[in-house]
């Protein structure tokens, strides 16, 4: 069972940066994928960027790659998400999940571990 916390959401103008962090209940890397989904108004929740020791991090898109930073920090059990740039688009909560083992995936049903979310808001 692992619990996540996700914090360092909140509102900014266009062009500003946020870094969210996603804090586990226990080690995480040794053998979880950790991945960062955001849901938008009126929008399926997405893939955005997940991490893990073998594959290292991997994105949605080349767009959100060029703005996006995912990374982890094994010691504080906490994955981070490095938003710059940040567009009117981005706005959505943003949500943390985990899932046992080290292969990629970007559907969220194959998650089996989720935080709260916390809101982005990002005005024009």
């Known amino acids: 069972q692992v619990q996540l916390v996700e914090s360092g959401g909140g509102l900014v103008q266009a062009g500003d940066s946020l870094r969210l962090s996603c804090a586990a209940s226990?080690?995480?890397?040794?053998?979880?994928?950790v991945a960062w989904f955001r849901q938008g108004p009126g929008k399926e929740r997405e893939f955005v960027a997940g991490?893990?020791?073998?594959?290292?991090?991997?994105y949605s898109s080349d767009s959100v790659k060029d703005r996006y930073t995912v990374s982890g920090d094994n010691a504080r059990n906490t994955v981070y998400l490095q938003m710059n740039s940040l567009k009117p688009e981005d706005t959505a909560v943003y949500y943390c999940?985990?899932?046992?083992?080290?292969?990629?995936?970007?559907?969220?049903?194959?998650?089996?571990?989720w935080g709260q979310g916390t809101q982005v808001t990002v005005s024009s």
């Open positions: 991490i893990n020791r073998i594959k290292g991090p991997t």
């Open positions: 226990r080690r995480t890397f040794s053998m979880y994928t």
């Open positions: 999940a985990a899932r046992t083992g080290l292969s990629a995936s970007r559907s969220p049903s194959d998650y089996s571990y």
